[in-house]
């Protein structure tokens, strides 16, 4: 029964939902009637032969519920981008004819440098946010760049817009090809700090920081091992990439000779837990899929950008199958395109192609794409783990995570 409603105001909505939960990838629920309060919580969900009743304890009208046509319209969750780089926008659409590496130092490094300037960071974020609200991205994790105050003014543009988020200031100490992007190791540590204490200050009811070490080419044994550890002791969430192309793996492998793969070198740098989400890793052995299993790290798939960067062809099922956590993400300007239903698509094309390779590969459908953008994003975010009703009934969206 709902709480007494005296007072509250209510957004009501009615229509057929579509949804996604742990024992079904797609799930359409008509026609229902659902009612959000103030603070943008859903307090009902119930069958429409409810309304009646609904509307005289909780005190709305008739006229004030949103309708959507039957059959043309539907509501879904919002979109859930779990990886994107705020400050690559400038260039989102070009620069895609060079592999990740040459890609980073030829392009990506110095639009980011640019941020430094307080009125491009202004220009750039604010008509970023926007663009990703208009594509239907409820909740983001974003890169932004190495300048602490810069990746603040994304926080309050965020909070403005009223988007959801998790935000990283970038860490990086090694940049010996671009060399004017890059901080001294203390400066990393103390301005990641900052950044969280401040952030934290504002109370921004939906912006919350996420410790951000680049990828392990762009960061020191030590670097990692600080941020690492000041992660844990403050529960703070992770981002970085992992395993996106050959090359870069390669490499990987030469700077820690003494680390079983990529996956160890953030295992060791105490950078791997359940509040992880990692980047890509298009090459991840078995056993490092496994390893992510085991600690409750999430990958976040970006498949327009692994295609446009050519780094490689990401295989879910096999990530599904040990029981990984795996969300969307647009990956910003490896990715040509701000949008989930972009990521979606390219995600279908990704498993098509993994089933021309192999015949008896078990493609993903549609359904469980439509999850992977919805409901698999959120697992990141213990706190998306909230109680829901639907029809009278407790939905368990993912008993297991
Ligand atoms: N690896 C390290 N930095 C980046 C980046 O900015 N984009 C992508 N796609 N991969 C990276
Ligand atoms: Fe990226």
């Known amino acids: 029964k709902a709480p007494c409603p005296q007072g509250e105001s209510l957004q009501v909505f009615k229509g057929t939902f579509i949804h996604a939960t742990h024992t079904s990838p797609m799930e359409t629920l008509t026609p229902l009637i659902l009612g959000v309060n103030r603070t943008g919580k859903i307090v009902f969900i119930e069958n429409v032969d409810k309304e ?12 004030n519920i949103r309708v959507l046509r039957e059959r043309e319209e539907f509501f879904i969750p919002g979109l859930v981008d779990t990886h994107i780089h705020a400050s690559q926008y400038p260039n989102m659409g ?64 965020i909070d403005n817009l009223g988007q959801r988020a998790f935000v990283g200031k970038v860490c990086m100490d090694l940049n010996d090809l671009f060399p004017e992007y890059k901080e001294k190791l203390c400066e990393s540590v103390v301005e990641t700090k900052r950044f969280v204490a401040e952030l934290t200050g504002r109370e921004y009811p ?10 392990v080419p762009s960061c020191s044994s030590e670097l990692m091992q600080q941020l690492g550890s000041y992660a844990s ?25 003494e680390c079983k793969n990529y996956t160890d070198v953030y295992d060791r ?26 600690k409750g790290a999430a990958i976040s798939h970006c498949p327009n950008s692994n295609i446009s960067l050519g780094s490689g062809l990401f295989d879910v099922r096999n990530a599904l199958h040990h029981q990984v956590k795996i969300g969307l993400g647009t990956d910003v300007s490896g990715g040509y395109s701000p949008s989930v239903l972009n990521a979606m698509r390219a995600a279908i094309d990704v498993t098509k192609i993994l089933g021309f390779q192999s015949s008896n590969y078990e493609r993903l459908t549609y359904q469980e794409i439509f999850r992977l953008a919805t409901l698999g994003g959120s697992q990141g975010d213990d706190r998306n783990m909230v109680e829901v009703y639907v029809a009278g009934k407790k939905v368990v969206p993912f008993p297991n995570a």
Not at 206 to 215: E, H, M, N, S
Request: charged letters at 25%; proline letters at 4%; hydrophobic letters at 35%.
């Open 94 to 157: 070009t620069c895609l004819d060079l592999p990740l590496l040459e890609w980073l130092v030829r392009y990506t490094f110095p639009v980011e440098s640019k941020f430094k300037d307080p009125k491009f960071t202004e220009d750039v974020y604010t008509k970023l946010v926007k663009r990703t609200l208009r594509n239907g991205t409820t909740t983001a994790c974003y890169f932004a760049t190495i300048h602490t105050d810069s990746t603040l003014k994304l926080c309050s543009i």
């Open 233 to 257: 002791s403050e529960g703070l969430h992770i981002q970085s990439h992992i395993s996106e192309s050959r090359a870069e793996v390669e490499l990987v492998k030469s700077l820690f000779p």
């Open 206 to 215: 939906l912006v919350k920081p996420i410790v951000t070490p680049r990828f």
């Open 52 to 63: 009646e009743e609904l509307s005289q304890a909780w005190h709305f009208q008739k006229k």
């Open 269 to 294: 740098h105490s950078l791997l837990n359940d509040k992880t989400i990692m980047a890509h890793g298009v090459y991840l052995s078995n056993d490092e899929l496994k390893v992510f299993q085991k």
